[in-house]
């Protein structure tokens, strides 16, 4: 969507996935007042109360599930590290982290496809569909990892070898190399 005009402060009964595409806003988040820009990623908890104010030219995407969206989805994704750091709520009732550049068009280019998939209702694509969303989860869960995660702390260079392995998983990778 691309807006305009400001979305007062509201509340949710379901998780708020936000991709910012491009344009500016201002993002009331809970107690947090924060500039938006493009290839920021917000993730809503159910009952956390955010609005946006002067949005120009603020093209986003909102995605709404369910709050058991990783039980919900139909893949088990619990070896993801990140994901359940995101998407189960705990004392943080949103979590926010911004996109590079190459994430960025990668999130673009498998909303596209969500998107087609969802016009197209048909229930061969419904499989589809949730494939790309936990396409689309495990980059949100990466790029998380890769901002939050001290990379001198345990899971910070365990997540490092894990990203590593899943980006050269075609070659012949060593104990010692990892």
Do not use: W
């Not at 956390?48 to 909102?62: I, K, M």
């Amino acid at each position: 969507a691309l807006l305009n005009h400001n979305i007062g402060i509201h509340l949710h009964s379901c998780i708020e996935i936000i991709i910012v595409f491009g344009g500016k806003a201002t993002h009331f988040i809970g107690d947090e007042v924060t500039a938006v820009s493009k290839g920021d990623v917000f993730v809503i908890h159910p009952g956390c109360g955010h609005g946006f104010e002067d949005c120009h030219d603020f093209d986003h995407v909102t995605i709404s599930c369910s709050p058991q969206i990783l039980d919900c989805l139909g893949i088990n994704l619990s070896f993801i590290v990140g994901i359940r750091e995101i998407f189960t709520p705990g004392k943080e009732r949103f979590i926010s982290f911004l996109l590079n550049r190459s994430e960025l068009t990668d999130a673009q280019k498998i909303f596209s496809v969500m998107e087609k998939a969802y016009q197209i209702n048909r229930s061969e694509e419904k499989g589809n569909l949730r494939s790309y969303f936990a396409m689309l989860l495990c980059l949100f869960a990466q790029a998380y990892l890769l901002r939050h995660i001290s990379s001198q702390s345990t899971m910070g260079r365990i997540s490092k070898v894990l990203i590593y392995m899943n980006e050269h998983f075609k070659q012949d990778l060593s104990l010692p190399q990892l």
